[in-house]
């Protein structure tokens, strides 16, 4: 059955929601085969959802769509834990876009990327990671009403979606702690810094960042480490979940971009990020990501482990040449996996795939999609 014959509900409907909320289970009665959108608005639904996939076990009967991970929801864990799939449903990625099938993910386990002789470069690449992957976003011709399209996207999350999963008491204050966050996407995590920015406590700023991945607006990477290795820094790394948003949060256009390309590197970063979490989705690759940094500073900004613990490691690049040098935090990390090094890439803003030695090399960014 396509999704066209379902019957479907929007929790966003006043009049909906109310009755939704008033009798769960009369509201649940008689619904089959439904969308049901928004549905953190009424978490009591659940409960009335479950009783009735208890009495009628067929599968795929309740499509559950929501902007917030309600499965966070301590109502929700319980209540459906064994009897639903959750799919998330991250913004479109390059490879989608352009209607290719992406094969990164194996070919960098496999030490296999190509040349891509019709590569995205200079500005073209910094175009594409401007526009990041909302389809709304995608649909607007030009940068300004994109930037809009954003930024009331982005009110939306902060005003509506967070009251929906939890009590935030500064409110008001979020867009200014959102914007503190944009300033370090790509950058460790530092909790007291985070929540000094609008007066609240380490432990206040922590919830806020845990909030904001449940709305999926931002995610925190959890750093790789093997007990061989005694100084390794043991931190998160934040990184937004959409170049488009992050852009427009810092104010960043293509003029600003392109006159200081020193503001692109993070913004960089976290779109390939972004990618690579996409392409872990589409993959039947079983693959946990992390990032690395060790004290003396070497770092990997990517670090894939696959579940037989073979290990590559990606660092991001936005220059179109690449040094020995670049590669310092790819052979630690190579050194410290050992034989569960599988492969190390820098990729970077050219159109080339260079080796730098046994299992390392330069390669163009978008081997992502091509």
Not at 57 to 68: E, K, Q, V, W
Not at 196 to 222: C, D, M, P, W
Not at 297 to 318: H, P, Q, T
Not at 332 to 360: H, K, N, Q
Request: aromatic share 8%.
């Amino acid at each position: 059955m396509g999704t066209s014959e379902r019957t479907y509900i929007t929790l966003d409907d006043r009049t909906v929601l109310e009755a939704a909320n008033n009798d769960p289970v009369g509201f649940i009665r008689g619904l089959d085969q439904a969308i049901i959108d928004e549905v953190q608005r009424a978490p009591d639904l659940l409960l009335a959802i479950k009783k009735s996939v208890d009495e009628d076990y067929r599968p795929g009967r309740f499509l559950l769509t929501g902007s917030a991970n309600v499965l966070t929801l301590p109502k929700v864990a319980d209540s459906l834990a064994g009897r639903m799939e959750t799919i998330q449903m991250l913004p479109l990625a390059r490879a989608e876009i352009a209607g290719h099938s992406p094969s990164f993910l194996e070919g960098l386990f496999d030490g296999k990327l190509k040349s891509q002789p019709n590569a995205v470069v200079g500005d073209d690449l910094v175009q594409l990671v401007l526009l990041g992957g909302f389809p709304e976003a995608l649909s607007r011709e030009n940068e300004r009403r994109r930037q809009d399209w954003a930024r009331s996207y982005l009110t939306s999350i902060l005003t509506r979606d967070l009251r929906d999963v939890a009590d935030v008491e500064k409110l008001t204050e979020l867009p200014k702690f959102v914007r503190l966050l944009a300033e370090h996407s790509g950058q460790l995590v530092n909790y007291s810094q985070f929540g000094a920015g609008i007066n609240v406590s380490h432990k206040t700023g922590q919830r806020y960042v845990g909030l904001l991945e449940q709305v999926f607006l931002i995610t925190t990477l959890q750093p790789w480490f093997t007990n061989s290795l005694k100084r390794i820094v043991k931190t998160p790394k934040l990184h937004f979940v959409d170049s488009g948003l992050l852009a427009t949060i810092r104010g960043l256009t293509f003029d600003r971009v392109k006159a200081d390309r020193g503001m692109f590197g993070a913004l960089l970063e976290s779109f390939v990020f972004s990618e690579v979490q996409k392409l872990m989705t589409a993959t039947d690759l079983r693959v946990t990501a992390h990032h690395f940094r060790d004290r003396d500073g070497r770092e990997v900004d990517i670090v894939l482990e696959r579940d037989d613990g073979m290990i590559v490691g990606i660092e991001v690049k936005a220059s179109a040449t690449v040094k020995g040098g670049d590669f310092s935090g790819l052979k630690t990390l190579a050194e410290a996996a050992g034989s569960r090094f599988a492969y190390g890439a820098v990729l970077y803003d050219s159109t080339d795939i260079v080796p730098f030695g046994d299992r390392l090399a330069a390669a163009p960014l978008s081997c992502l999609w091509g």
